[in-house]
């Protein structure tokens, strides 16, 4: 794909989803940081029940410390992997309470120094809390990298590679949110809706499918 066809794929893509961001719901980046960690094999829509009611009662390291392991167990329980998401939230709070101030840290070698947090969480945090032209390949990224021809790859970090080696400079800020959501809505798994979508006839996508619903 030719970096004038990438240019006009994310042109069109910011005219469609004109305020691009996380879905997942926070008011601090500390909440941002606990939900991306509690997203990991699970859907927004699942985390924002859950913390919905815990960051109610605790929305600091401090707090959620407060809780215990059963204690926030059972406000995450309905999310998948719970219990080891529950024990990496708990050290996560002890690590920023401890070495950072209880604030979290703005770098990749310190995020993803913090139990349960890899390279994707530390990028979603470094893009959405701190303003960094990071990507974070998550299953929406890789399938689009390899769809589209937008950034192939085998592998998550050689389709993040090649995402950073041929976005458009303009779009580096926005490009992670922009792709998700047009994963998440348009160009879906099972069924992409390529009839619907903005960027068809710049899609290098062979097998496309033209589906009204």
């Given at each position: ?29 500390f909440e941002l940081l606990i939900a991306v960690i509690l ?137 992670h949110h922009l792709l998700i959501l047009h994963g998440r ?29």
């Open positions: 794909m030719n970096a004038e066809k990438r240019l006009e794929i994310f042109k069109r893509l910011s005219i469609a989803i004109p305020n691009p961001s996380t879905e997942l719901q926070h008011n601090s980046t997203s990991a094999q699970a859907t927004d829509k699942g985390v924002n029940l859950a913390t919905e009611k815990l960051y109610a009662v605790a929305n600091t390291p401090e707090d959620i410390l407060g809780l215990g392991l059963h204690g926030l167990e059972s406000y995450i329980n309905s999310i998948g992997l719970y219990h080891t998401k529950a024990k990496n939230v708990l050290a996560t709070c002890q690590m920023l309470i401890s070495k950072h101030g209880s604030q979290v840290p703005n770098t990749r070698n310190d995020l993803e120094a913090l139990p349960g947090v890899g390279r994707k969480t530390a990028n979603v945090i470094l893009n959405t809390a701190f303003g960094q032209p990071t990507i974070a390949v998550d299953t929406h990224l890789f399938r689009l990298g390899n769809r589209i021809k937008l950034a192939t790859g085998k592998t998550v970090l050689e389709v993040e590679t090649n995402y950073v080696k041929t976005i458009p400079a303009a779009f580096m800020q926005d490009a809505y348009t160009c879906t798994a099972r069924k992409p809706k390529c009839g619907q979508c903005c960027i068809e006839d710049l899609c290098e996508y062979k097998a496309k499918e033209y589906n009204a619903a």
